[in-house]
């Protein structure tokens, strides 16, 4: 056992006498996989609508034609589908977190607790017959023992008042007679119940070794082996959540290093120029010189003129 092992302990050894708190702790420790186990499998089902609201979000602010006009901001504009591209690698992050979670490590720990539960209360209610068996035997030694105490005193008496009678003066030798058949007879009593006692005193002496030597023991063994049970189930089930976690997050800081790299490029200035440059065909086209206005628009309008620059009015 692990606590012969590490502590050089024993329950069933150090503790045989403490039954009621071996049991207690060992039924709270059954108790807390439960706890475990709920709390586990409620953080997956928050993880998994986490993750799929995120992607929800995520595709929601992804639309093609979002897309494209995203694309038109530069650097930016990657630096923001970088960061939407972590957004759902951490949603489906999240959901395969929860899925670990609730199937590899919240159900185990429940379902643990529920066949535990029902052995450790067998365990339990065999140790508590156990001890009825012994509480009897004891008072049934008590009883023998007082019963033994009684009839002697019967006979002593009994005795007694036959060795008065044969010394008194006046009594006839039928009724010395009497007096030792009635010391007879109890003596006889006291004979039974001396030997009711014996019995009773090697039955509370041999239900006394089983329960102390092996019955308990046992029960108490059984206890210390569901206790490292559910230690070892609680270590393994979380370590193996720890190992799956870390790959997760790996994976997770892998698209953050992305998006991080993709802000060291982002440059606002440039995005400027290289719109600019973009549009400079356009922006070398000459501009209109003149300016119409419809008169069926605007009846009220006379045709404007324009005066071209650096000219004079009249001129």
Known sequence: ???????????????YDRFPDVSDRCKNGIRMTKKTGKFLKAKAALMDEYGRKLSFLVQTSTDKSQGLADEAMGSLGAAWKSMLECQQVEAETLKKQARVLDE????????????????????????????????????????AEKAYAARTKEFEMAAKKEEQGRKAAGVSAKNVEKLGQRTQYFREKAENAEYAAQQAVSEYNSVLKQFYSHDIKQTIDQFEELEDKWGDLIKAKMSESEKYFSECFSMLE?????????????????????????MEPALRQPAPK?????????????QPKLVESGSEEGG
């Not at 003149?290 to 006379?302: A, D, F, G, W």
């Open 1 to 15: 056992m692990a606590g012969a092992e590490e502590g050089g302990y024993v329950f069933s050894k150090d503790l």
């Open 104 to 143: 590899q490590l919240g159900s185990p720990l429940t379902d643990f607790f529920t066949s535990s539960e029902v052995a450790h209360r067998d365990v339990h209610n065999a140790a508590l017959r156990m001890q009825r068996r012994l509480k009897e035997a004891d008072m049934a030694r008590e009883q």
């Open 254 to 278: 892998r698209a953050w290093d992305e998006f991080r790299t993709s802000l060291q490029y982002v440059d606002g200035r440039q995005d400027k120029v290289t719109f600019v440059q973009k």
């Open 290 to 302: 003149h300016l119409h206005i419809s008169k069926t628009l605007h009846p009220e309008l006379s």
